[in-house]
């Protein structure tokens, strides 16, 4: 059972993991560095925890204590109980949802062995092979991204993910922390439930899913790619869909290493789309279809 612990004061030492959560230049550094992780809120906290992440704290304002008790009874972390005042003096924002948990980080696997993970979980093979079980939905299609740096979109497109069947996701090397607290919210949580991994060269890091026997789609607005609803759908069975930074999408470098340019067809002048919403269509259109 986590003591219950009442903190008056915003110095506290035993608060650090929270302070200054607005200044995103020093939590992006701090955080992978330290291996911990805010989530905030009800929903993602428990979802952390039911996803294996271990909790290190909890920060309650004194309203959602009897909501978190579940939580705080099972599991062996402090809590400190605060006032919604202490709270934002500490973090530097106000705690709309009023709880917050600090969490432990997992070390990241290889994109090779996310890769082979992604195809044990469609591929049960031989009785006994492996102990993961084949998923409901057919085919191995995983994501890529390049240069996301915006962490709303990056939380939204993991969330499209979760929810239409993505069994992977390879990040570059300069994509922006899938843990980080915004990314984690607007996700709802969805960067617990789709594993991911970070390439540590690009583009040569594609020479791995390649070799892993996937087909590179790279989603682009040029004219010259093939429209997402020609393209055959057998292509999609075993597929990298690959998307690009907000901005200036994928890179030169990237568009060479893809197996397959793919477009989603435009009207009414506009030529291309939020790199999340891009991402929940193509996601939503390669999905696996039933015979």
């Known amino acids: 059972m986590a003591d219950l612990i009442t903190v008056e004061d915003p110095d506290d030492p035993r608060l650090r993991d929270y302070t200054g959560l607005t200044d995103v230049e020093l939590r992006r550094k701090r955080e992978p560095a330290e291996g911990l992780f805010i989530a905030e809120g009800e929903k993602v906290i428990r979802r952390a925890r039911d996803a294996g992440y271990e909790m290190r704290s909890m920060l309650l304002s004194a309203k ?78 995983v994501a890529v991204f390049e240069g996301f740096v915006d962490h ?29 607290r ?12 789709v594993p991911y991994a970070r390439f540590d060269a690009w583009p040569a890091g594609l020479d791995v899913v390649r070799d892993a026997g996937y087909d590179i789609l790279a989603m682009t607005p040029d004219e010259k790619a093939t429209p997402l609803d ?16 907000e901005g200036h999408g994928l890179s030169t470098y990237a568009l060479r290493a893809a197996d397959e340019w793919v477009r989603i067809p435009m009207s009414a002048g506009i030529d291309s789309l939020n790199v999340a919403a891009a991402s929940a269509v193509a996601f939503y259109a390669t999905r696996p279809r039933l015979a």
């Open 64 to 141: 959602w204590v009897d909501v978190m008790r579940d939580v705080i009874d099972e599991l062996p972390a402090p809590v400190y109980a605060v006032s919604p005042e202490l709270a934002e003096r500490v973090t530097g924002y106000h705690v709309h949802r009023g709880a917050l948990a600090s969490m432990q980080r997992k070390p990241l696997p290889a994109a090779a062995e996310l890769l082979q993970a992604a195809r044990r979980t469609v591929d049960p093979g031989p009785a006994g092979d492996h102990p993961l079980e084949p998923s409901d939905d057919a085919g191995q299609r």
């Open 152 to 180: 709303a979109n990056l939380g939204a497109a993991f969330r499209s993910a979760a929810a239409l069947g993505i069994k992977a996701i390879l990040l570059s090397p300069d994509c922006a922390d899938p843990l980080y």
């Open 182 to 193: 915004r990314a984690i919210k607007v996700s709802m949580g969805a960067v617990f439930s």
């Open 230 to 245: 020609e393209l055959n759908p057998a292509r999609f069975e075993k597929s990298a869909i690959m998307l690009g930074s």
